[in-house]
């Protein structure tokens, strides 16, 4: 068999603390210490699009965006055809350079208060329902068996760090964009992308700890290789074609995830965010939203054979 869709994700190592309890099996162990200085520490590494989240939130943001007149009716259209694409492919290096200076040009003069105000009233709606079973589900068996959970997504903090919250990460690392006086400079402080983010769990591991030969990293995306290879067990998930190809080559698990669920219904303990948490979020989804309508203008553009 060539992948290991919704297998034994436990993992390599032989720890049965955090293996994946499907229908039947028992359930993981009591958790362990979370901080256990002086012993060797291990973190899991999650990228968010279509790994921890079931789609690309642009499409779902859109609509309040237009609304709000962030964008116009055209660029509505436009996301949504971007969602199919990135449900179906993803972007590959050269597309996803050119989302960067996109987006960093459509920000620039969007007023920070306007954008959190229209996701204020919109976020919780979104994002809850799209956040896969069974990524919730590895989050609790990592955090079971005593490892750090770290989100690192080239999304913006403004939207990955409360989703962070949402799902208990100790961690998050994510693209910043730069404000000043109420308003987007255009400017991206920092990318979290490709080599960005293999440099920037390096620095993690080595503030915290972690060996990273012992730790876990799951992506769906092939511009997430290096993230994957600076770990001991990677694993592909719901992989676009080049990580698939290279995960067989490697013999690197490949999972599928495919049940969103309201994490309401999921997590007893689950209550909707404050307002406070809700509107930090604006601007990373904003970011989404506009990669995603160039992503569209860019396959448009593209000669056909």
């Known amino acids: 068999m060539d992948t ?58 859109s609509r309040p965006f237009y609304q709000g007149g962030l964008i116009n009716r055209r660029a509505v259209l ?16 050269d597309q996803m350079e050119k989302m960067r200076e996109y987006l960093s040009a ?22 809850d329902p799209i956040i896969y079973d069974e990524a919730a589900s590895l989050i609790e068996q990592h955090h079971a068996a005593g490892r750090d959970v770290v989100i690192v997504s080239s999304s913006g903090s403004e939207v990955v760090e409360p989703i962070g ?11 910043r ?3 000043e006086d109420g308003r987007y400079t255009g400017e991206i402080e920092y990318y979290a992308y490709a080599e960005n983010k293999a440099a920037a769990i390096r620095e993690l591991a080595a503030t915290e700890g972690y060996d990273l030969t012992n730790c876990y990293a799951y992506s ?19 992989p676009d074609r080049a990580l698939r ?7 690197w698990p490949v999972l599928v995830f495919d049940r969103p669920v309201e994490l309401r219904r999921r997590l007893p303990d689950f209550s909707a965010p404050s307002r406070s948490v809700v509107t930090a979020v604006a601007v990373g989804t904003a970011l989404l939203t506009a990669g995603a309508v160039w992503y569209a203008a860019a396959k448009r553009r593209r000669p056909t054979a």
Do not use: C, M
């Open 220 to 238: 769906d995306s092939s511009t997430d290789l290096p993230l994957l290879e600076a770990v001991g067990h990677p694993s592909a998930v719901n």
């Open 177 to 179: 964009l730069k404000i």
């Open 106 to 127: 459509l920000t620039r003069g969007w007023n920070v208060q306007q954008v959190r105000e229209i996701v204020a009233e919109t976020l919780h709606g979104l994002i």
């Open 165 to 175: 919250t949402l799902l208990g990460a100790d961690h998050v690392i994510a693209t």
């Open 78 to 93: 436009k996301s949504a055809y971007a969602q199919f694409v990135f449900l179906v492919g993803g972007a590959d290096h």
């Open 245 to 251: 190809k290279e995960a067989l080559a490697r013999d």
């Open 4 to 61: 290991t869709e919704n297998a034994d994700i436990a993992g390599h190592d032989g720890n049965s603390a955090h293996r994946s309890a499907p229908d039947g099996a028992e359930p993981a162990p009591a958790a362990a210490p979370r901080r256990q200085y002086g012993a060797v520490r291990t973190a899991a590494f999650f990228d968010l699009d279509k790994t921890i989240i079931a789609k690309s939130s642009a499409l779902a943001f």
